[in-house]
């Protein structure tokens, strides 16, 4: 009888411990995410980091902040984080790396997923250097054709 009584008590210990750490996961993706859209409307600013300007990199270092986590400052950088991830297994709090310009190769700006509905209603945030930051639709050709990595670092 004691060993059935010590194995309930060991089962519920361990799922407790595994259920709090799956609500804190959620709420710290959430926290990032909503740090991430008290940005929305900043104006981009190249190396910037604040609300008189940010760029892409800069506005995943703020939204991490908010829940003590430091990450990298550049694109660079932050690709090296995290687990490789596919656009079909993406979820919020997934980091997406984009190539623009004349290499297709080099990435060149990162955004946040910030909400995923389905494998065609994905939505991230990240800083446009022509509309500062925004929340966008992923699931379109101009962005689906420079996507070249998804990381998890949740």
Request: proline content about 1%.
């Amino acid at each position: 009888m004691r060993k059935v009584i010590f194995y309930i008590v060991i089962c519920f210990f361990f799922s407790s411990c595994i259920s709090q750490k799956s609500i804190t996961k959620r709420n710290n993706i959430k926290s990032v995410i909503g740090e991430a859209r008290t940005y929305i409307g900043t104006p981009y600013k190249w190396g910037g980091n604040d609300n008189n300007g940010i760029d892409c990199s800069g506005l995943l270092v703020r939204s991490f902040e908010s829940i003590g986590m430091k990450i990298p400052r550049t694109t660079s950088q932050q690709i090296d984080l995290g687990k490789k991830v596919s656009l079909k297994k993406s979820r919020e709090g997934d980091l997406v790396f984009f190539a623009f310009g004349k290499s297709k190769r080099k990435v060149t700006h990162v955004g946040l997923v910030s909400r995923h509905n389905s494998s065609s209603d994905i939505n991230f945030i990240h800083a446009s250097s022509s509309r500062g930051v925004v929340e966008t639709q992923l699931i379109k050709d101009y962005y689906l054709k420079r996507i070249r990595k998804i990381k998890r670092v949740f």
